[in-house]
């Protein structure tokens, strides 16, 4: 069987522009692999037998590992991704960046539109109008 992180070369990954349908398609993994109780079940805090911590903990990173390879690169740079200390704390922070109308996201929409409408000029320069 062919594991997370080989597919995700084929795969695109979560961004902003993306993160409603890719979110979807990470939680039905998740759960098909038996990791969704970790974000969103009852098993989001670790437990305090030993016995349990240490399959809580490796269940835990097996989640991470398969978040991150799916996530932009650039999300992972931010701290608060990084630094969470919990599968669900990770996934409610994106969440919060993606689904959350912001300045930080509102500007980056703002110089797409610019990059596209630069794109189109150089390819038309002497027609305003063009739609190509």
């Excluded at 939680?27 to 809580?56: C, H, R």
């Excluded at 996530?71 to 740079?77: A, G, T």
Aim: net charge negative.
């Amino acid at each position: 069987m062919t594991d997370f992180g080989a597919q995700t070369s084929t795969i695109q990954k979560i961004n902003g522009s993306n993160y409603s349908i890719k979110s979807l398609q990470m939680k039905f993994y998740l759960k098909g692999k038996e990791l969704w109780s970790i974000v969103g079940g009852n098993e989001v805090e670790p437990p305090t037998e030993a016995n349990d911590m240490e399959k809580w903990e490796v269940k835990a990173a097996k989640a991470m590992f398969s978040l991150t390879v799916a996530i932009e690169d650039e999300y992972l740079q931010q701290q608060h991704i990084r630094d969470a200390e919990t599968l669900k704390e990770a996934w409610d922070t994106l969440a919060t960046l993606f689904t959350k109308t912001n300045e930080a996201k509102l500007q980056a929409l703002h110089n797409e539109l610019m990059k596209l409408q630069n794109c189109l000029w150089k390819k038309c320069p002497t027609r305003p109008d063009c739609k190509e």
